[in-house]
């Protein structure tokens, strides 16, 4: 399985972007799958999940401002993010479990301008 992120960039605060992550093979529709986030130094974040049934979590930095969403026919994985702010600031990740199996797009930077 191999994840493809993209859609990071430089951003004012306030703004938008959206993340997208291509599977190369059908995952989103039965497996749970993430987008995290990480700044130097700092552990890795989960930020949001979308579960196999559609049920979608948020932490609560996030709630209100980001929305995660699949495309299972596309095989691609979203992440739409709104009134950004500059903590957002972070190398972006899309991720899923497949059995004992952790699969991770490669990081995608999003910087948010004050």
């Known amino acids: 399985v191999q994840l493809q992120a993209s859609g990071g960039g430089l951003v004012q605060a306030g703004g938008s972007l959206r993340l997208s992550c291509a599977a190369s093979?059908?995952?989103?529709?039965?497996?749970?799958t993430s987008w995290y986030r990480q700044i130097p130094g700092e552990q890795r974040e989960l930020v949001a999940t979308?579960?196999?049934?559609?049920?979608?979590k948020y932490a609560e930095s996030v709630r209100g401002r980001f929305a995660i969403a699949r495309d299972i026919g596309e095989n691609r994985l979203y992440l739409q993010m709104r009134l950004l702010k500059p903590e957002d600031t972070a190398t972006y990740f899309c991720?899923?479990?497949?059995?004992?199996?952790?699969?991770w797009g490669q990081g995608i930077l999003v910087t948010v301008s004050s």
């Open positions: 093979v059908s995952v989103f529709a039965v497996n749970a």
């Open positions: 979308i579960a196999g049934s559609g049920i979608t």
């Open positions: 991720y899923v479990k497949l059995g004992s199996y952790d699969y």
